[in-house]
C-alpha cells in the first residue's frame, strides 16, 4: 500500500462513535414501534434488539462499523467483526448470521479489501455464525464493520436495566486501547501495551457469557466508545440505582494509565466527558484513572452486574476457565456513577 490504513481515517475504532449526548437528543422524539414482540427497542435502548418468534426463540439484532483504528488490513477486519459480534453476547445470545458494511476508495488495491473481508469471515466462523454478504459503498474514508443477527431465549436475554442494590460490578477486559492506539498515532508506542490492546480486541466476548450464563446476572452491557464511565452511566440510569466504581481497581493493559499521565487523550474522551460528567462524582482519583474511565474502548469486555453472593463462585468459574474477571465496583440505592 502507498498509504497507510488510518492515514485516511479522521478517527478510528469505537472513537469515531457519534456524541452519545447528542444521539439522546437526536433519539427522545422518536416513538419505538408498538409491538409486544419487540422486547427491547428504543425504549430503554440497549446493545442490540431483541424480537420474539415464539415461546422459546427470540432474535438479537445489531449492527457496528467504524473508520480503521491499525494499519494491519487483516487485524482492522477482525476487530471490527469481533467488536460487531460482541453486541449479540452482550445480550446474552449466540451470533447467527452477518452481513458486512463497508465503505472503501476505490484506490485501495484488491489484495487490502480481500484481507478486511478475510479476517472477518474468519472471525465470524469462530464466532460459530455465517457471513452471508453485505454491502459495499465508495468513500474516502474506509469503514468495515457487520449487521449481526443471533438467537436467545426470550426470556434469557440480559439487559443493562436490570442491576440491582447489592449487586457486585465486574469487567471481564482490561481498559486502555484508546489511549493506547492514541499515543502510537502521536509517535508514543508502547509495543507491548499496543499488542496486548490487539489481543484483546480479537477476543471474542463468547466464553465470558458462556462462563457468566448459568448465574443469571441481574444487568450485561460491553464497554465499548462510551468508555466504562458512560456504560456505566447508562446501567445506573436506566436500572435505577447507584454505582460505585473503585477507581484503583480499575484494570489498564500495560502502559495506558502512564499514557494518561502524559497527557493523551482522544476526541472520545472529551464527548464521554460531555455524556457522562454531569452524572459522576469524582472522590479524589487521580486525573490518569480518570482518563482510563473515560477511554473508549473498542471491542471491549462485558460489565456485568450480578448479586454479591454469587460473587466468589463466579470468580471461581472464570478462573477454572482462565478467564479474565475484574471485580470494579458494586450497585447501591439511588443514582448516578461514583468514581472513589
Known amino acids: 500500500m502507498s498509504v497507510r490504513l ?17 444521539l439522546e437528543e437526536l433519539l427522545s422524539g422518536l416513538v419505538p414501534a408498538e409491538a409486544e414482540n419487540l422486547l427491547v427497542g428504543l425504549a430503554p435502548s440497549d446493545d442490540a434488539v431483541v424480537y420474539r418468534l415464539d415461546d422459546e426463540r427470540a432474535l438479537v439484532f445489531t449492527l457496528d462499523f467504524f473508520p480503521p483504528l491499525v494499519d494491519d488490513p487483516a487485524l482492522y477486519g477482525r476487530i471490527a467483526a469481533t467488536n460487531a459480534l460482541n453486541d449479540v453476547y452482550a445480550m446474552g445470545g449466540a451470533p447467527l448470521l452477518a452481513l458486512s458494511i463497508a465503505a472503501f476508495p476505490e484506490s485501495l488495491p484488491n489484495e487490502t479489501l480481500a484481507a478486511i473481508f478475510g479476517a472477518a469471515d474468519e472471525q465470524v466462523r469462530s464466532a460459530g455464525a455465517i457471513l452471508a454478504g453485505g454491502h459495499t459503498l465508495r468513500d474516502e474514508e474506509p469503514k468495515y464493520g457487520l449487521a449481526v443477527v443471533g438467537t436467545v431465549h426470550p426470556e434469557g436475554f440480559w439487559s443493562k436495566a436490570a442491576a440491582q442494590p447489592g449487586d457486585a460490578l465486574f469487567l471481564t477486559k482490561p481498559l486502555g486501547t484508546g489511549l493506547l ?45 462510551f468508555g466504562l464511565l458512560g456504560h456505566a452511566h447508562e446501567l445506573a440510569e436506566r436500572s435505577g440505582v447507584g454505582v460505585v466504581l473503585d477507581a484503583a481497581s480499575l484494570p489498564a493493559m500495560t502502559g495506558a494509565v502512564e499514557a494518561a ?4 487523550r482522544t476526541g472520545g474522551d472529551r464527548r464521554n466527558r460531555d455524556f457522562a460528567a454531569p452524572h459522576v462524582e469524582v472522590d479524589e482519583v487521580t486525573d490518569e484513572l480518570l482518563a482510563l474511565a473515560y477511554d ?15 460473587a466468589a463462585v463466579l470468580q471461581a468459574a472464570f478462573a477454572a476457565e482462565k478467564l479474565y474477571l475484574c471485580r470494579v465496583g458494586d450497585v447501591t440505592e439511588g443514582a448516578g456513577v461514583v468514581l472513589r
Not at 499521565?261 to 493523551?264: D, E, L, Q, S
Not at 471491542?299 to 454479591?308: D, K, Q
Open 296 to 310: 473508549p474502548q473498542t471491542a471491549g469486555g462485558l460489565l456485568v452486574s450480578l448479586p454479591a453472593e454469587k
Open 261 to 264: 499521565a502524559a497527557g493523551v
Open 181 to 225: 492506539l492514541h499515543a502510537a498515532r502521536e509517535g508514543e508506542r508502547n509495543e507491548a501495551g499496543l499488542e496486548e490492546a490487539y489481543d484483546w480486541m480479537t477476543v471474542l466476548n463468547r466464553d465470558a457469557a458462556d462462563t457468566l450464563r448459568p448465574f443469571s446476572p441481574s444487568a450485561v452491557t460491553d464497554v465499548t466508545g
Open 6 to 22: 488510518t492515514d485516511l481515517a479522521k478517527s478510528g475504532g469505537c472513537a469515531a462513535k457519534y456524541s452519545a449526548a447528542r
